[in-house]
């Protein structure tokens, strides 16, 4: 592994020298074995870690005149290493130009950082603003999903890029295909053929530290198996997927890690269609895949029937699954529990579940922020949730933040991490939109360290991506970067209403959405009364349950998330918040801010 993950990749990107001398290498490669059993076994180098372990991802960079010496436990730590090396000599940064005997460290705090694509095997992309991904694992390897339709070479090139993208901030997970996993030819992801041909894909992407991950229909067992029925229930069905999962982990080998469903809601197909719940979904997969050493990794987003509180619905379905789901089973949620608005409230499931592996998702394609039309840079949201305080149940754990939740919280749940839904796609800049490469970039360098600020990491991504520009120009690219997110909120859905934009995710029409009770906004009030006795406030943990129920007390930005205010006599909201402001007062400061004809408006 060594070899192939590590002095290959270096190679290809003109790392690997000798000094003027001939005598030494300018760069030294270090693998260090985890423990004496490692160092006699060579287990070290036959195969990733799994679960992923921070600690042996982590490296060292030794810079001084002679060379420098790149040091990890695990191949991709070094391959880890090399970036950070390859991104200070972009930046131009001293220490690394002079070799003054400085010594980097570093180590990712969460275990798995996962891209996933929402890509269709009928070459569609759900949510994708920068182009289609020519999907057909049934044509051949080097021209699935990653590549341009320009010849075999162009594109396993292309796939080479990918992997040494994601590889390049930290990412070692990919789902290969959308969520929605029965809809646009994704219900024949399984099929032989398809397994077959995405074998040297999955091989390449393992090479630069990337596991993969399968995201199958639930009904695949008579989809691609002719089977009369999908019930787990059923032994048939029981053994289709034993065998097929064995199929998969047969052609990927140590590649392969896990299946990701989502059940029972938007049309998909789920436990709930045979009388079984969530829960039990979950552990029949994972007592399956436990045989291969791979994981379940279930999706808790859902839509309630009939008007029910989404938020209060999403809690409610998986309030439970602390002590009864299996160890290799993951629940991946949401930063909100509403859909990756402009702005929501910390989902409260992560302040809950203490005993199950949580995934934090993000979502980088900007699907309710302008489809990358709009400059929106999005490290600056998710480094506002990665701090939010959930206040722990446990003393004397009287702080948790999200952040550590996602790196595995109190009881260091193996699997958990911080997953972003994709915004790559056959661009040739990879994005569409130049500026939406920062939340590529910026959700891979907040998965490594999720207390980095948002303001430190657009700058970095503006020095390594318009390389040696004027100190004024990056402090003004920096600047437009780290105020775009509230700058869109103030123009679409300011305190916390959400949901102002019309079926298409794009054109702003708030009456589209009244019959979806989303913001409950009427001629004689707006938002969402969360905040009653056995409303979403409540099921917060106590202290912040408190905050987000009073009014006085609940944060500006998320009013309307939690409160309802009524027209008065005078025809204005009624309900004066903490600073003496009543509604449409707020709500008009809001948007002056961004007015551009308003002439003391600072942005």
Not at 113 to 137: C, I, K, M, T
Not at 446 to 454: H, I, M, S
Not at 484 to 490: A, D, M, P
Request: net charge negative.
């Amino acid at each position: 592994m060594i070899g192939l993950i590590s002095l290959g990749v270096l190679r290809a990107l003109g790392m690997c020298r000798v000094n003027a001398t001939g005598t030494a290498p300018a760069l030294l490669l270090q693998l260090q074995p985890s423990s004496p059993d490692d160092a006699i076994s060579g287990a070290a180098e036959r195969s990733l870690a799994w679960p992923p372990s921070p600690a042996d991802e982590g490296y060292s960079i030794h810079l001084n005149t002679l060379h420098t010496v790149i040091s990890s436990r695990s191949p991709q730590g070094v391959l880890y290493g090399a970036f950070e090396l390859l991104r200070r000599l972009r930046r131009e940064d001293p220490g690394a130009l002079a070799g003054g005997g400085e010594v980097v460290r570093s180590a990712p705090s969460a275990p798995l950082r996962h891209w996933d694509l929402w890509d269709n095997l009928d070459g569609s992309v759900e949510r994708g603003y920068a182009g289609p991904w020519q999907h057909r694992f049934d044509v051949a390897a080097a021209r699935s999903s990653v590549v341009y339709p320009l010849g075999q070479q162009r594109d396993e090139q292309r796939a080479h890029d990918l992997a040494r993208l994601l590889a390049s901030v930290g990412i070692n997970g990919i789902g290969w295909s959308n969520v929605n996993a029965c809809d646009h030819g994704n219900q024949h992801l399984l099929s032989s053929r398809n397994i077959a041909s995405m074998r040297a894909l999955v091989a390449l992407f393992y090479s630069y530290g990337i596991h993969s991950f399968l995201t199958p229909c639930f009904d695949s067992p008579q989809i691609v198996g002719g089977l009369f029925t999908s019930n787990p229930q059923v032994p048939e069905v029981k053994a289709w997927w034993a065998k097929k999962i064995e199929e998969v982990a047969g052609a990927f080998g140590d590649a392969f890690r896990g299946l990701v469903f989502k059940g029972n809601t938007e049309g998909q197909p789920g436990p709930g269609s045979h009388g079984m719940s969530q829960l039990q979904g979950a552990n029949f997969f994972a007592e399956l895949l436990e045989e291969v050493g791979a994981i379940c990794i279930w999706r808790a987003f859902s839509h309630p029937e009939g008007g029910v509180d989404q938020a209060l619905y999403q809690f409610q379905r998986f309030e439970n699954w602390d002590g009864e789901a299996r160890w290799n089973v993951a629940l991946k949620i949401k930063n909100g529990p509403y859909d990756f608005q402009v702005r929501e409230p910390v989902h409260s499931l992560f302040g809950h579940l203490s005993n199950t592996s949580l995934i934090l998702e993000f979502q980088a394609a900007q699907e309710y922020f302008g489809h990358a039309k709009h400059l929106v840079a999005l490290p600056s949201q998710w480094s506002s949730y990665l701090g939010f305080d959930l206040s722990s149940r446990f003393p004397p754990y009287n702080v948790q933040t999200l952040a550590q939740v996602a790196s595995g919280g109190i009881g260091r749940m193996p699997f958990s991490g911080i997953a972003a839904v994709s915004n790559i796609g056959t661009s040739r800049n990879w994005t569409g939109h130049v500026f939406s490469a920062v939340n590529t970039y910026g959700f891979g360098r907040l998965a490594w360290t999720p207390t980095t600020p948002a303001a430190d990491i657009m700058r970095e991504w503006v020095e390594v991506t318009f390389p040696r520009s004027s100190s004024y120009a990056v402090s003004v690219l920096t600047r437009m970067l780290q105020r775009s997110w509230e700058v869109y909120e103030n123009y679409t859905s300011s305190l916390g209403w959400g949901f102002a934009c019309a079926a298409n995710h794009y054109d702003l029409d708030d009456m589209d959405r009244r019959r979806h009770t989303d913001h409950r906004a009427s001629a004689t009030h707006i938002g969402y009364p969360r905040n009653a006795g056995g409303g979403y406030a409540s099921t917060y943990n106590a202290k912040v349950a408190a905050r987000f129920q009073s009014i006085e007390q609940c944060p500006e930005e998320l009013l309307l998330s939690f409160h309802q205010d009524v027209d008065s006599e005078m025809g204005d909201y009624n309900v004066m918040h903490n600073d003496g402001k009543i509604m449409m007062q707020m709500i008009d400061i809001t948007i002056s801010l961004w007015n551009p004809f308003v002439v003391t408006a600072p942005r």
